[in-house]
């Protein structure tokens, strides 16, 4: 989905709910907070309910927050990025490494249209594992199973029950082989 131009109004609700967010994070990361009172933050940044069997450890960064969905027994670590505007959806049982970034949100090549935002979601499907300082790219989906390596920048879809490593990540192995 491309915005190119946003309607002044959707533009200050974006940006009203971005910055009540960042200030909510921003609370969060700088004292000591219970995984119980972690959740809350997180729930009210994203709006909806997160399950007591997530546990998030601190910091964690989002550029807005609202479009972020955290599924069932997901796990993640400190430094996480999630850019997601264009919707990022952690599925039960994710892992994600600490300083991983998710990006759902991307510029136009044309330098004429650079400053416009196309917006595309991203799926970590159920008991995939996401390796430190991996990057996931707007529009992929990570199968369920799959893992990323660390340091992998994940540019095109992965396969579910596979490792990819390297940049751009590409398919190492298989999940279940010798």
Avoid: C
């Amino acid at each position: 989905m491309l915005m190119q131009h946003a309607d002044l109004k959707e533009i200050k609700e974006i940006t009203k709910t971005a910055l009540k967010n960042q200030d909510l994070l921003q609370q969060l990361n700088g004292r000591a907070a219970s995984q119980r009172e972690i959740r809350q933050v997180i729930g009210d940044i994203t709006g909806q309910q997160i399950d007591d069997s997530v546990e998030i450890r601190l910091p964690i960064r989002s550029d807005y927050g609202a479009n972020l969905r955290i599924g069932k027994g997901v796990f993640i670590n400190s430094g996480v990025m999630f850019t997601d505007l264009g919707g990022i959806t952690l599925a039960d049982n994710v892992l994600v490494g600490p300083n991983a970034t998710i990006i759902s949100v991307n510029h136009p090549l044309d330098p004429k249209k650079r400053h416009e935002v196309e917006m595309k979601p991203v799926l970590i499907d159920k008991n995939a594992w996401l390796g430190a300082n991996s990057t996931i790219l707007p529009g992929v989906t990570v199968g369920k199973n799959a893992v990323i390596a660390a340091g992998a920048v994940v540019t095109k879809d992965v396969p579910a029950n596979t490792v990819v490593a390297g940049v751009p990540a590409k398919i190492i192995k298989k999940i279940g082989e010798k």
